[in-house]
Nanobody, 124 residues
Framework: QVQLVESGGGLVQAGGSLRLSCAASGRAFQTYNMGWFRQAPGKDREFVAAINWNSRANSQGPSAKDRFTISRENAKNTVYLQMNSLKPEDTAVYYC?????????????????WGLGTQVTVSS
C-alpha cells in the first residue's frame, strides 16, 4: 500500500514556473514507477510524465515536452514535476500516481495508487 500526497500547486502567471512534489508513504516506494497526470474541468485525465523506479527511464506527454521535467529522490520517497514556461492551458488538477512495476505507461489504468491532486492555475 502506498499513500501519495501532492503539494506545490498554486496560481502563477503565464511564463512562470512551479515545482510540484509528491510525497509517498508506505512500503517500497523505490520499487514503483511514478507518473504525473492532470485533469482540467470537463476533460479526460491526461498523461504528463512518468519515471521508472531507478530514474533510468522517463517519458513525457505532448504537453510536457521541452517544458516539464520529472525526477525522483528515492531516499526522500518523493517525486517531482518541474514545470517551466507555463501556459493558461496548463491549468488543471495535477495528480501523482504509482505503478507497481512493469514498463512505463501513459495509461491511468496502469497505475495502482493515486494522490488527491493539487490545483495549478496559470493566469494570462
Amino acid at each position: 500500500q502506498v499513500q501519495l500526497v501532492e503539494s506545490g500547486g498554486g496560481l502563477v502567471q503565464a511564463g512562470g514556473s512551479l515545482r510540484l512534489s509528491c510525497a509517498a508513504s508506505g512500503r517500497a516506494f523505490q520499487t514503483y514507477n511514478m507518473g504525473w497526470f492532470r485533469q482540467a474541468p470537463g476533460k479526460d485525465r491526461e498523461f504528463v510524465a512518468a519515471i521508472n523506479w531507478n530514474s533510468r527511464a522517463n517519458s513525457q506527454g505532448p504537453s510536457a515536452k521541452d517544458r516539464f521535467t520529472i525526477s525522483r529522490e528515492n531516499a526522500k520517497n518523493t517525486v517531482y514535476l518541474q514545470m517551466n514556461s507555463l501556459k493558461p492551458e496548463d491549468t488543471a488538477v495535477y495528480y501523482c500516481a504509482a505503478a507497481a512495476g512493469g514498463v512505463l505507461s501513459s495509461r491511468p489504468s496502469s497505475y495502482d495508487y493515486w494522490g488527491l491532486g493539487t490545483q495549478v492555475t496559470v493566469s494570462s
